[in-house]
């Protein structure tokens, strides 16, 4: 049974930082590729960070480019969204996703078929 299990969220304020977990079990996690979306009432769906676990080969979307990073722990099974100078705008439910093998889209929602609960960033001005 596949397992995403996000943890880490919680309330900061402007300028702030916070890191998410991600940790995966149930499938082929050292083959596969990992990323964080978020989403947030009246927006859509984001793509904000995403790593190709074989490869270590990462994308940042542009909105958080220079104060997000996404890691790697593979003893752990792990994947981790260390998230700085966090802005109101940031304010989302985050999700963890995987799906096995590489993708030429990694910020796309749709090439993923795993996917957590999400846990809630708050971040207050």
């Known amino acids: 049974q596949v397992q995403l299990v996000e943890s880490g969220g919680g309330s900061v304020q402007a300028g702030g930082s916070l890191r998410l977990s991600c940790a995966a079990s149930g499938y082929m996690y050292s083959r596969s590729s990992m990323g964080w979306f978020r989403h947030s009432p009246g927006k859509e769906r984001e793509g904000v960070a995403a790593i190709y676990i074989p490869g270590r080969s990462t994308s940042i979307a542009a909105s958080v480019k220079g104060r997000f990073t996404i890691s790697q722990d593979n003893a752990k099974n792990t994947v981790y969204l260390q998230m700085n100078s966090l802005k109101p705008e940031d304010t989302a439910r985050y999700y963890c996703?995987?799906?096995?093998?590489?993708?030429?889209?990694?910020?796309?929602?749709?090439?993923?078929?795993?996917w957590g609960q999400g846990t809630q960033v708050t971040v207050s001005s």
């Open positions: 996703a995987a799906r096995l093998g590489g993708s030429w889209s990694p910020l796309r929602a749709e090439e993923y078929i795993y």
